[in-house]
Each structure stands twice: as C-alpha cells, then as structure tokens.
C-alpha cells in the first residue's frame, strides 16, 4: 500500500525558515487529485494548513500561515513541499501531508525557538 514520509523538520529560531518534504513510497504524486499539509500542536486537534492539486493550484485554510507558508511540488521527485517563512513559536508542531483518507504517516517536527 505505501506510506506518507515527511521531513526536513527540525529546530529553528523564531524568524527563519524551514522547507518540508513528502513523498509517498508507492503512489505517483502527479496523479493524486490533491495532497495536503496538516499539522498538530501539542494537546491540540490535528489541521488543515494547506493543499496543492494535481493541476499545481495550491489553497491554504489557515490564516496565519497565508502569505508565509507556500505549497509547491515536483513531479520529478514525487514531492510535495511546503516552504515555511517567518516561523513564529506557535508554529511548533508536527506537520503531516498525505491526501484525503489515506492513512497517516509519522510526521515531522518543527520546533520554533530561540
């Protein structure tokens, strides 16, 4: 069946940037209707941050992160990215992509801190 994998997560200072990956062991990225980023704070519900489609039209749900996370992927190397800019403290959770119904995969961290 094949699996969600992210990364690139890791420990930041408040302010910077970091870009997360995700690939799926088995699936074609170009052929999958829609992947989506969430991410889950500690103690808090699992959210829907943003989405790209097959077609690379990307929509983004949340609005703090509207004008500083940007989805993008490349089809060459069946990823998915989101570039996260201007990272805040209550950016620090884990992040998700996968698309809709799919089980979810490990995550990364990203932890924002001086």
């Known amino acids: 069946q094949g699996q969600w994998v992210e990364s690139g997560g890791g420990l930041v200072q408040p302010g910077g940037s970091l870009r997360l990956s995700c690939t799926h062991s088995?699936?074609?990225?170009?052929?999958?209707?829609?992947v989506a980023w969430y991410r889950q704070g500690p103690g808090q519900q699992r959210e829907l941050a943003g989405a790209?489609?097959?077609?690379?039209?990307?929509?983004y749900t949340l609005d703090d992160v509207k004008g500083r996370f940007t989805i993008s992927r490349d089809t060459a190397k069946n990823t998915v990215y989101i570039e996260m800019n201007d990272l805040r403290r209550e950016d620090t959770t884990v992040y998700y992509c996968?698309?809709?119904?799919?089980?979810w995969g490990q995550g990364t961290q990203v932890t924002v801190s001086s």
């Open positions: 996968k698309k809709p119904d799919d089980p």
């Open positions: 088995s699936e074609d990225i170009a052929r999958i209707p829609a």
């Open positions: 790209i489609t097959d077609t690379g039209v990307t929509r």
